[in-house]
């Protein structure tokens, strides 16, 4: 999490751009200039575009803004005062913003000739913005939504003093060089041509080898630990989509076809194949826990804007593994999973922090339910005196997760894998097992992948190893090289 003193660093600092974008371009209008992880960003509706060139001109006009120490001034003010002001601004955007919200009153912040709509907190002046650089140009969608016009999006970021922005940029220098777009290029590994579509990967020789040592270690680490596999198919009818919730609840990140005047899901998840696997014939409590394992590949509609080598694609194969059991063995299940990870991660030599993601507005389920899940999940960690965080909101709509971030060696957190307990999809799909006391009873089901996307995987590797692979994973493990002229040939 961002310290709060950085963060209003940040924000002011992001108000700062907006007013040297305002004094250096004409015409141009402004849209939200939010503080973020990494820095700041504020996107900007301005017909010609933005250069390189231009955000050095940027950069010098904040500075000179800084130095002119302006007050930053709070105001509140009525939101029918404000929509009448933005609008002589010419600002139609915080016009929009304004006309969706509910309240009666709003604050502004003005610093010199500059006014824009925002909650705050900022610096009580623009003289407290010591350290700051503008990094990169990007097109965003107004609000995120592809239908509306593209803006232009400034990144950057600002810290306390200029040592501690010296830092970063040097941090950020490790991370282009490790870059997996560039060493994949450089070693050959994949590539992703337009002429094929955004998001969708191929794989070269070397890179190929190289997921299939990944397959190959993902298969035989899951034969140890008494996983069955399992294949299902790419395409399910949209009957099934609709009666697992994943219709109602995340079909904007599906896609559809039709087959025989038939509708069809291609799968986002692997999940209903396996339960039909679990389905198919009676099932006796003897039986439990029964663990199917796949390396099965998805399709998910990612907007192009977020999509990222191999980091973020539409096509992706997960190590995807769904557990029926009892209730009674849901703690020693999730325990060993936790455990699984860990040796997993070990031999990558990773470290990883865990969060617990709870309930989101979109889920299908009893609150019961939901509150028997999330407490598995805490009572196992609680238990091992293993650390968490609590990500409120962010569940999976079936159930609550464990989401297990791994650490590379730049210090970065990649989402890799992750645990759902799910009491939902087994009682949408009336599955059973029959219990020793000879009655029929509901199995709880654990979602959970190790690896998670093995693109995202490969990706990560690549930059945490900066393309030196151990030798067990190195698809090119000897080259022989003349030494003269003479053996050239």
Excluded at 23 to 49: H, Q, R
Aim: one cysteine or more.
């Amino acid at each position: 999490m961002m310290d709060e003193n950085l963060e209003i660093i940040r924000h002011s600092t992001s108000h700062l751009m907006a007013q040297a974008v305002r004094d250096l371009f004409s015409g141009v209008k402004v849209a939200i200039g939010p503080s973020i992880e990494t820095g700041f960003y504020y996107d900007f509706d301005y017909g010609p575009g933005f250069t390189d060139e231009d955000l050095i001109k940027i950069e010098k006009r904040m500075g000179e803004l800084a130095e002119m120490n302006f007050p930053i001034e709070r105001t509140i003010i009525k939101r029918q005062d404000a929509i009448k002001m933005f609008t002589e601004m010419g600002e139609p955007y915080k016009v929009e913003l304004l006309e969706a919200l509910s309240d009666d009153e709003v604050s502004i912040y003005t610093q010199g000739s500059f006014t824009d709509l925002c909650r705050g907190p900022h610096l009580e002046s623009t003289g407290r913005i010591k350290a700051f650089k503008l990094l990169s140009l990007a097109g965003a969608y107004w609000r995120g939504d592809e239908h509306n016009k593209m803006l232009t999006r400034i990144y950057g970021t600002a810290f306390a003093d200029k040592k501690a922005l010296k830092e970063y940029l040097l941090f950020l220098e490790e991370v282009k060089k490790r870059d997996h777009r560039r060493i994949g290029k450089d070693l050959d590994l994949f590539s992703v041509s337009d002429e094929v579509g955004a998001g969708l990967v191929i794989y070269h020789p070397k890179g190929a080898l190289l997921r299939w040592l990944l397959e190959d270690f993902e298969r035989r680490e899951h034969l140890k630990r008494g996983y069955d596999f399992v294949v299902g198919p790419h395409i399910l009818k949209l009957d099934m989509w609709k009666k697992s919730g994943h219709f109602e609840n995340y079909r904007e990140n599906m896609y559809f076809t039709k087959v025989d005047e038939v509708e069809y899901g291609i799968k986002p998840m692997n999940c209903l194949a396996h339960i039909m696997v679990y389905k198919s014939q009676v099932r006796s409590y003897r039986e439990l826990p029964l663990r199917y394992f796949e390396l099965g590949t998805v399709c998910r509609h990612e907007k192009s804007g977020v999509l990222h080598g191999l980091m973020r694609v539409r096509e992706f194969t997960q190590d995807d593994a769904h557990i029926f059991l009892r209730p009674e063995q849901l703690h020693d299940e999730i325990l060993a999973i936790i455990r699984f990870v860990q040796d997993v991660m070990d031999i990558f030599g990773f470290k990883f922090e865990m969060e617990i993601s709870t309930r989101p507005s979109k889920s299908i389920g009893s609150d019961e339910d939901w509150e028997r899940a999330e407490k598995a999940l805490k009572e196992v960690l609680d238990s091992e005196g293993l650390p968490y965080d609590l990500n409120e909101g962010d569940g999976a709509f079936y159930g609550p997760k464990i989401d297990i971030k791994l650490k590379d060696a730049l210090g970065r957190k990649w989402q890799c894998a992750t645990i759902q307990c799910d009491f939902a999809l087994p009682e949408r799909f009336d599955l059973h097992y029959t219990d020793s006391d000879g009655l029929r009873k509901r199995p709880v089901m654990l979602h959970r992948v190790v690896l998670g996307a093995l693109e995202r995987f490969m990706g990560v590797l690549i930059e945490h190893y900066a393309g030196k692979f151990p030798v067990w994973l190195a698809p090119v493990q000897v080259v022989v090289m003349s030494i003269t002229d003479d053996q050239a040939e």
